[in-house]
């Protein structure tokens, strides 16, 4: 089931953010960092969410437990697709390409022709999803993630076409 997140997913989405990232940019990011620093920035970050505008956030469960999350940042037009994760142990098998484009309905659906994220060059795994779900990828970027400089490729969704809805 996928659905607009409310602040009783906080935590859920707050754990497997960590654990996603945990299990992602380990070699982007300091491991200091990752030990210490990360689960602080999370709590922080996800306190500071209020699941509604200028942010739309749709989170996937199974009957029980959070198997992934989207989250747009609507502040900007085109609005950015600022995290899509899935718990780790579940890649694969089909919840991030449902969330993309539960996702890309929900921006259309609030007046948005195009869509855009970043991904790390470092992630081609990701980069190929995203480009198998109707992203186009429109070049290199620099980035910033945790203070630190990494490169990114922009990738962008045309939501008005039926090979950009994925």
Known sequence: MIRRATPADRQAIRDLHLASWRDSYGAELPADYMA?????????????????????????YTDTELTGFACAILDR??????????????????????????????????????????????N???????????GIDEG???DVMVGRRVRARRIGFDLQTRDGMG
Do not use: C
């Open 77 to 122: 037009d085109p609005p950015l697709i600022d995290n899509l994760h899935i718990r780790p142990e579940l890649r694969g098998g089909g919840t991030g390409g449902k969330l993309l484009l539960a996702m890309k309905v929900a921006l259309r659906q609030a007046g948005f022709d195009r869509a855009y994220l970043t991904v790390l060059e470092s």
């Open 124 to 134: 081609p795994r990701a980069r190929a999803f995203y480009l198998s779900h109707g």
């Open 36 to 60: 210490d620093g990360l689960a602080r920035d999370m709590d922080a970050k996800w306190a500071a969410r209020s699941f509604d505008r200028p942010e739309l956030t749709l989170v996937a």
């Open 140 to 142: 290199p970027v620099e």
